[in-house]
């Protein structure tokens, strides 16, 4: 009995589809949606006040505080802006960082250094550097926006116990610190749960886990502790959000230069 014969158009249809470029396509697609999803669930919040404290460790273990300040501020059509302000130890004491986000061009940082009383704009090219002498980059001071990435959806796994999409996601940024960075995101709510970082070589560089997560306003998820921990020193940095509020009286007003000179 004569096989029946597969029409060109089939072939070409089958071809096409298992073709590495339509995969590629895939992920692309489904990365792009991943995270269009996450930004889309986080928007609406306005602004927030929270006090935090950042803790050092060293390769030993020894650890070192500071107290910190946050105000931050949703920005329609663009990044966030954020204004951090150290209230102790006494040696970073009225050290105030200014944070512009920016949804397609690059982010705008500045630092006011009370010894010096002057105030110092972070370069594109330095913000791969270390944020106060932290495990987080300059560059990991800015708001999350999908521009700023191109994107690879992984596959689906298990973080703790919840279901989560790993992507990868490759900054456009000529300057970053990073060649790529992995992403766990949760499938229920779309929170991040953990990140790994890798440097320029191409090597692992540095792991973010996001732990205790709050929902605030019946809709705005925020983690309470945020733990660096590079692979490459040993040292570690985490974050511990001790209060955070909502719908302050915030305004631009309240996020440039002179802010930072008389920030308190």
Known sequence: MKQPKITLWLLMAVLAFTSPVFADEKSEKEGLRIAKERKARDRGWENTVAEMTMILRNAQGQEAERKMRVKTLEVQDDGDKALTVFDSPRDVSGTAFLSFSHAQEPDEQWIYLPALK???RIASRNKS???MGSEFAFEDMTSFEVGKFTYDYLREDVYQGDKVYVIEQTPQDEFSGYSKQIVWID?????????????RKGDALKTLEFKDYKL?????????RSFMYNQQTQKSTELVTHTLSFGED???SDFDNNSLRRAR
């Open 129 to 131: 550097g270390p944020f």
């Open 187 to 199: 499938q229920s709510e779309y929170r991040v749960r953990k990140v790994e970082f890798f440097d």
């Open 250 to 252: 915030l305004e631009e």
């Open 118 to 120: 002057r105030v110092k």
């Open 216 to 224: 605030y306003e019946d809709k705005f998820w925020r983690p309470l």
